[in-house]
C-alpha cells in the first residue's frame, strides 16, 4: 500500500489589521498594524482524519493578536511579534513554532500652522530625494520553544538621484540598443530585510526602533554619497554602511528594480534637451531592471530567504 507523507505545513490567521490608540493626556499616539499568524506542530492527525484536538483554532489566533495589543500594548512591530511568538509556542503544547509576519503603517502628525516658520534641508546633499509617506515598515519572528530569529525590513521606500550615476561600459550583442550614458538619473523603490543577531536567549534585546532607524538612515545616506556606476554598486555599498554602522545586524537583502529615467527626444523641435543643462524625462513605468542581491559579514551564514523580497 502506497503510504503518503505530510511535508511542511502552517496555519494561522492572516492580515489582522490592528490599530492600537495610546492617550497620553491630550496627546494620542498610533500604531497601524497588520499582523500574519502561521503555527506549526503536530498537526498531523488533523490532516489525516480531520481530528481537531491539536488544533487551536485561527479565530483565537485573531483574538489574541487583538488582546495582546490591549493587554501589552505594542512599543515596537519587533517586541509586539517576540510577545505573539513565545506565547503561541510556550503555552500552546501542540504547537512548536510560530512565525508572525507585521507589516506597520507609519502615521505622521499634522503640524497646525504657526509663524516663523522656515524650510530647513540639507546643504551637502542636494541631489537625493524621497518620497513621503510611502514606506512600509516589516518584522518577521519566527520562534521554536528555543530560539528566535528576528527580522526586520521595509517596502515601498521610493528614492531618486538627479545626478552622479553613470552606466557605461556593458556588454552588448546585435540586440543591444541601449546607450551609454555618463550622467543619468537613478531612482529606484527600496524594499529589503535584514536579519538581527539576537536569537532570545541574551535578554538584552536591541532597541528595535532605533535599530530600525539607523539602518534606514545609513541605507538612504549610503545611497545619496555613492557616485554610482550601476544599481549593483549602489546596492551594495547601502549594504555594507549597514553592516558597518549596526553590530545588531548580520545579513542585509535588498530587492531594488530600476526605475528609469529616459531624456525626452525633442530633437524633431530643433531642442536640446542634456542632462548638464537640466533635462525633461520620460519615467517609465515597466519593464524595469530588477537587482536583488545579499550582503553579509564575512562568516555569517545567509539565512534570509531570496524569495521574500523578489517578484
Known amino acids: ?3 503518503f507523507v505530510l511535508g511542511q505545513n502552517q ?3 492572516a492580515e489582522n489589521r490592528v490599530v492600537k490608540v495610546t492617550r497620553d493626556g491630550d496627546t494620542h499616539h498610533i500604531k497601524d498594524l497588520n499582523v500574519s499568524v502561521a503555527l506549526s506542530g503536530d498537526m498531523e492527525e488533523v490532516h489525516r482524519s480531520g481530528s481537531n484536538a491539536n488544533v487551536l483554532p485561527t479565530d483565537t489566533t485573531k483574538n489574541t493578536v487583538f488582546a495582546f495589543a490591549k493587554e501589552h ?4 512591530a ?3 511579534g517576540i510577545k505573539l ?3 503561541f509556542v510556550d503555552d500552546t503544547a501542540p504547537i512548536h513554532r510560530a512565525r508572525i509576519r507585521i507589516e506597520e503603517y507609519s502615521w505622521e502628525r499634522i503640524e497646525t500652522s504657526k509663524g516663523g516658520a522656515r524650510f530647513v534641508g540639507a546643504d551637502e546633499i542636494a541631489h537625493s530625494f524621497v518620497r513621503k509617506g510611502q514606506e512600509t515598515r516589516l518584522a518577521q519572528i519566527t520562534y521554536d520553544g528555543h530560539g528566535i530569529q528576528v527580522l526586520s525590513g521595509f517596502k515601498d521606500l521610493t528614492v531618486l538621484n538627479t545626478t552622479n550615476s553613470e552606466f557605461w561600459g556593458f556588454l552588448k550583442d546585435k540586440y543591444t540598443t541601449l546607450q551609454e550614458d555618463y550622467d543619468r538619473i537613478l531612482a529606484t ?5 535584514w536579519r538581527h543577531n ?9 532597541d528595535w526602533d532605533r535599530s530600525y532607524a539607523g539602518v534606514r538612515k545609513h541605507a538612504l545616506q549610503a545611497f545619496a554619497e555613492t557616485y554610482s556606476y550601476s544599481l549593483q554598486q549602489t546596492l551594495f555599498e547601502m549594504g555594507v554602511r549597514v553592516l558597518n554602522s549596526r553590530d545588531e545586524v548580520d545579513e542585509i537583502r535588498f530587492s531594488m528594480p530600476n526605475k528609469h529615467h529616459f531624456r525626452s527626444d525633442l530633437s524633431p523641435f530643433g531642442i536640446e534637451n542634456e542632462a548638464k543643462d537640466g533635462a525633461v524625462y520620460y519615467a517609465a513605468d515597466r519593464p524595469y531592471g530588477l537587482i536583488e542581491a545579499t550582503i553579509l559579514r564575512d562568516g555569517a551564514e545567509q539565512l534570509i530567504p531570496v524569495d521574500m523580497t523578489n517578484l
Not at 189 to 193: A, K, L, Q
Not at 198 to 206: E, K, L, R, T, V
Open 189 to 193: 523603490t527600496v524594499s529589503t530585510w
Open 78 to 80: 519587533e517586541d509586539f
Open 73 to 76: 500594548g505594542i512599543d515596537s
Open 85 to 87: 511568538a513565545r506565547h
Open 198 to 206: 539576537w536569537d532570545g536567549i541574551d535578554s538584552h534585546a536591541p
Open 1 to 3: 500500500m502506497t503510504r
Open 11 to 13: 496555519y494561522g490567521k
